[in-house]
């Protein structure tokens, strides 16, 4: 998700649609070819109580995480899928520039922020995040090149921060038992965001134009906060404010 976007868009403008489609089904299939010398480790996975992941997702505390989680990944979506159209696809203040330092940024936040958010709560990352992120997007629209530079690195910092902070609300709001249901549950919401903010989007662009859709995304942040900022604990409480206990 950081060279392929960048690399497909200068492929793109370089050969033509042939050859990102020939390039992606040989990736595809050297990751099957990868994918058969794999081995069974042979862990047996026990059954955990509480149900699947959907049961999961409604537990206290997970959904409304889950839903300003979603909003966020829409703008993700509409940011790989509609930025060659307004930056264009050639020149450093170009789409490929912009996707290329937003996956880098929002690659070392994730990286690093996970140590951040077990010393001081993920509230207080997220919410700080959630503001940085939209006033970022905010950017995007006049597109200018050196303001271009800045909301990506920023937008995919922020993003970064929020992705680690939804997965650590939803595992304190569920516990370390279903584990692996909040990961189903965060990767259900970066797939069906990213989805969302391709299909969904599209059309309002056709309508009003790129540069009046892209004033959704800082609109989907300032949505996003609001919810994160009303999520509560399964006992009232809220979420985030403290470090996760130890175990």
């Not at 909003?71 to 290329?100: H, M």
């Not at 609001?226 to 009232?236: D, E, K, V, Y």
């Amino acid at each position: 998700t950081i060279l392929a976007p960048p690399a497909a868009l200068l492929l793109l403008d370089a050969f033509g649609p042939v050859a990102v489609f020939a390039t992606g089904a040989a990736a595809c299939g050297l990751g099957v070819l990868v994918a058969t010398r794999l081995t069974d480790s042979g862990y047996a996975v026990a059954e955990r109580p509480g149900g699947g992941v959907l049961a999961t997702l409604r537990r206290p505390g997970v959904l409304g995480v889950w839903l300003a989680f979603v909003c966020t990944t829409v703008t993700y979506g509409a940011i790989v899928s509609f930025t060659p159209f307004l930056l264009g696809t050639s020149g450093w203040d170009s789409a490929p520039t912009f996707l290329l330092l937003f996956g880098l940024s929002r690659a070392v936040t994730r990286f690093a922020s996970g140590r951040l958010i077990d010393a001081f709560g993920d509230r207080r990352l997220v919410l700080p995040s959630l503001v940085v992120g939209a006033l970022a997007l905010a950017l995007l629209p006049g597109h200018t090149a050196l303001l271009d530079v800045v909301s990506a690195t920023v937008y995919g910092a922020a993003l970064g921060v929020i992705q680690t902070g939804a997965f650590v609300a939803m595992l304190r709001a569920t516990g370390p038992a279903l584990s692996a249901n909040v990961s189903g549950i965060w990767n259900m919401g970066v797939d069906a965001g990213f989805g969302a903010g391709a299909l969904l989007l599209a059309p309002v662009a056709a309508v009003s134009g790129y540069a009046r859709m892209f004033w959704l995304l800082p609109a989907l942040f300032a949505l996003a906060f609001a919810i994160r900022l009303g999520s509560r604990g399964p006992a009232g409480g809220r979420l985030g404010d403290g470090p996760l206990p130890s175990r």
